[in-house]
């Protein structure tokens, strides 16, 4: 009888349980094997069950869990549970070698983000688009304006504001790497060396709290880690359109239904609007800051997802600006969502 | 040595390679099988050498051997261990500091300068579960315990005689408390050589990790960190006491007999349980006992504390100390033979030998060898006069080498059970040396152009 989908994720839930009850009976969390929420492990479970040769991991995974398991001091629930570890481990042993079925589709992929909205967002599940863009192709205003459109938050500098609150921190102590507008602030307000020059007026006790405040972590990743718990947060509770931030990755990594969106433009013409909407940067100045720009934009999406920034693969939908117009890549992507 | 005794002994080491061999191979192919009969292997290859070495030598120095080996060796070795095991154990430290790549670098660096200081066998059972901790949020950590087994439970350990044994062992032979300091620049270099190599593949592992959506829970401001039973501090220092003393009474004159050997219990023929070693494990599971009994069970459950790895470390090395007899007994007998008289080739010889031997004895024995070439100047030790080069290169490749392999040093394999029984998928023994010949051997050839030629 072939195996369903169903089959398989009950076999997901029965690891994650033995997980949780071997965990329940020693008590530490110190070797814990899945130790986030119960849905996104039981998905990621389900994923390796499904994609040999990965099967093979289920099977490490598992035998992790039996070391554990037999560390148990009472017998009877020791037994009760390797019994339980060995049920599942015969049960994962007989799975299909494969599970193709000759479609190139990447169910992952296709569940939060093919452009079949009807079958991706349940009633459950709110709005969420993730922009990223370049600097100088307007991504800027087609996220406000698609916002302004769809009557859902526009989120970017904001998500920011409310990690500095969740990590207790000055604002002047953080630095927006997330964003544009830290950045090309920093390029038209300070000299290229003063923003290479070493922090060095932090006394030890400075130090020190900032050490604590940050959980050992450097700023930029506790933020980051704060921004993406941020954000799963408000997935919850609202639709929206975040810009940057990586929001597509984590959106994806925490199983959120999202509609990803990459924004560019020609180098020529986004160096025209850069000299357009900041007063006295010149050509030059402003071709090199669009590069560094793009330089550092592309290293802190590839710092923390993996991916590579701009790289087609990675999103639903990439729209040059440069054949639209601002308004028109608006209507372009309601017309895509079916909301105009 | 006996003509047919001499001839017998290398084949009186199969037993060794072929429990070695089980170690590295049955974990991977028949998991389960190998849990429930470790015991029995262990027993059935050290039985293989003994029946045989009974057969040529006679019963009495077949028993004489194991009694040596069992009493001498085993004893002092697996009560330490167990002392360290309980006393850390009782020791735990919950808080939400995320292990990152910055956090790891700065405890295994505090790690490293610790073990001189409270052994490396005290220092790995002290930092190995807080490592573990830290670092419970990330899937890809098994190079962390890799780096810790290399810095920490081995590397470290060269500054000072309460380090590493082989060190203690020439202290009581004649070479300075502090000599070992020398060694510093060493430790230096090549704690800052694998701190970077293990910074970047830390960093890659670290992306890796929250690339694939995994995060640390730091969504309270600011970090609290709690240490619980930070009291057996005091029985950590007891035990450590107990080492040193182990080290520095059978030079006194009230623990040595009128021919100089030192006092003891007689167990068997010349074995005897010598007071010194009476007085160390006394006091060692003194300290065991009261820290047992003065730390709450809430501490041990937090920290998973069971006797899995302790019980696996304890049956294994019954095996392994008993059937490397043979091949210490060939290198006490060849080891001046070996034609060795450079600082490199003394740092190679005794580093090489010393993965899979115990590296007390394997010191000793090239200790012995340098102290016989006549040299005039540098550290005079109860074996003659020692070159400082020389004497470095003996301790450094002692002291170092022992991370090349689980069995090397004490602790490793004690690290790694600790790690596997936590949810750490650690290599096997084969894929533990592809990790040292791919990272130490490299270090270990830059030590040799720097320091050693």
């Known amino acids: 009888m072939p195996i369903q989908m169903q089959d398989i994720k009950e076999m997901a839930e029965h690891i994650y349980d033995l997980d949780a009850e071997v965990y329940c009976h020693l008590g530490s969390s110190l070797g814990r094997v899945f130790n986030r929420d119960r849905d996104r492990c039981v998905k990621e479970l389900v994923e390796l069950l499904t994609t040999r040769p990965h099967g093979d991991l289920v099977r490490s995974e598992l035998a992790l869990i039996a070391n554990m398991a037999r560390t148990i001091e009472d017998k009877e629930e020791r ?18 070698t494969s599970f193709a079925s000759g479609d190139v589709i990447d169910p992952k992929t296709a569940r939060l983000n093919e452009f079949n909205l009807q079958n991706r967002f349940s009633d459950e599940d709110h709005l969420i688009i993730c922009i990223s863009w370049t600097y100088g192709s307007g991504g800027i205003d087609v996220g406000f304006k698609l916002a302004d459109r769809l009557k859902i938050n526009y989120y970017d500098e904001q998500i920011f504001t409310a990690v500095l609150k969740r990590l207790d921190a000055e604002k002047d102590s953080l630095r927006d790497t997330a964003g544009y507008t830290q950045h090309v602030k920093d390029e038209m307000d300070q000299s290229p060396a003063k923003a290479f020059l070493p922090d060095t007026r932090k006394s030890f006790g400075e130090r020190i709290r900032e050490f604590s405040r940050y959980h050992g972590l450097s700023k930029r990743d506790a933020v980051f880690f704060n921004q993406s718990d941020l954000l799963c947060e408000m997935a919850k509770k609202e639709d929206f359109i975040v810009m940057g931030r990586c929001g597509d990755r984590v959106m994806t990594n925490n199983g959120i239904p999202h509609i990803s969106i990459y924004i560019t433009a020609p180098f020529k013409q986004r160096v025209h609007r850069a000299i357009e909407v900041n007063e006295g940067l010149t050509e030059k100045k402003a071709h090199a800051l669009l590069k560094k720009l793009d330089r550092q934009h592309a290293s802190y999406y590839n710092f923390y997802t993996g991916r590579s920034w701009g790289h087609a693969n990675n999103y639903d939908l990439c729209i040059n600006t440069a054949s639209y117009g601002i308004d028109g890549t608006v209507e372009f992507i309601l017309r895509m969502i079916n909301r105009e | 040595m006996e003509e047919s005794m001499a001839a017998f002994l290398p084949w009186l080491c199969i037993p060794f390679a072929g429990l070695l061999l089980c170690i590295a191979i049955l974990p991977l192919v028949r998991a389960e099988w190998w849990e429930a009969h470790q015991p029995h292997m262990a027993a059935a290859w050290s039985l293989l050498f003994l029946l045989p070495f009974a057969a040529v030598c006679g019963a009495g120095r077949a028993a004489e051997t194991f009694l040596e080996c069992m009493i001498n060796d085993y004893l002092t070795f697996i009560v330490l261990l167990f002392g360290l095991f309980c006393v850390s154990g009782n020791i735990t430290m919950s808080g939400d500091l995320a292990g990152s790549p910055r956090i790891n670098v700065g405890l295994l660096a505090l790690g490293t300068l610790l073990s001189s200081w409270i052994g490396t066998t005290g220092a790995s059972m002290l930092m190995i579960r807080p490592v573990i901790k830290m670092n419970a949020w990330r899937r890809r950590r098994r190079h962390i315990i890799v780096f810790f087994i290399f810095l920490v439970s081995n590397m470290g350990g060269c500054l000072t005689p309460i380090g590493d044994p082989p060190l203690l062992m020439g202290f009581m032979r004649g070479v300075p408390f502090f000599w070992s300091l020398k060694l510093l620049p060493v430790l230096l270099f090549n704690l800052v050589l694998l701190l970077t190599v293990f910074y970047r593949i830390d960093m890659r592992a670290y992306r890796a990790d929250i690339a694939a959506g995994l995060k640390p829970d730091i969504s309270r401001p600011g970090t609290e960190v709690k240490l619980r039973g930070l009291h057996n501090l005091v029985f950590l220092i007891l035990i450590i006491a107990a080492v040193i003393l182990s080290g520095t009474l059978p030079g006194l004159p009230a623990f040595r007999d009128a021919a ?40 041990r459950r937090e920290n998973h504390f069971t006797w899995g790895a302790i019980q696996e470390v304890a049956v294994l090395f019954v095996g392994i100390f008993i059937t490397m007899q043979p091949a210490l007994m060939l290198l006490k007998a060849n080891g001046a033979k070996l034609g060795i008289t450079e600082p490199f080739q003394m ?20 200790l012995t060898t340098a102290g016989a070439l006549g040299y005039s100047e540098g550290i005079l030790t109860a074996f003659g006069m020692v070159p400082v080069k020389m004497l470095e290169a003996i301790s450094a490749g002692a002291v170092f080498m022992g991370a090349n392999t689980y069995i090397g040093n004490a602790p490793n394999f004690m690290v790694k059970s600790i ?19 791919a990272i130490l051997i490299p270090v270990f050839l830059v030590d040799t152009l720097v320091f050693f030629r």
């Open chain 2, 419 to 437: 790690a596997d029984e936590n949810g750490i998928r650690m290599p096997s023994f084969f894929g533990y040396f592809v990790w040292s010949l």
């Open chain 1, 79 to 96: 037994k009760l549970c390797m019994s339980e570890y060995n049920r599942i481990l015969n049960a994962v042993m007989s799975l299909p």
């Open chain 2, 347 to 366: 740092f190679w010889t005794t580093g090489m030998l010393s993965s899979f031997l115990d590296n007390t004895p394997t010191y000793l024995v090239f």
């Open chain 2, 260 to 299: 100089g050997n030192v006092k003891g219990i007689p167990i068997f023929g010349e074995v005897r349980l010598g007071f010194p070693a009476l007085i160390e494990i006394v006091m060692i599971l003194l300290a065991a006992y009261l820290s047992f009994a003065t730390t709450p069970a809430s501490i």
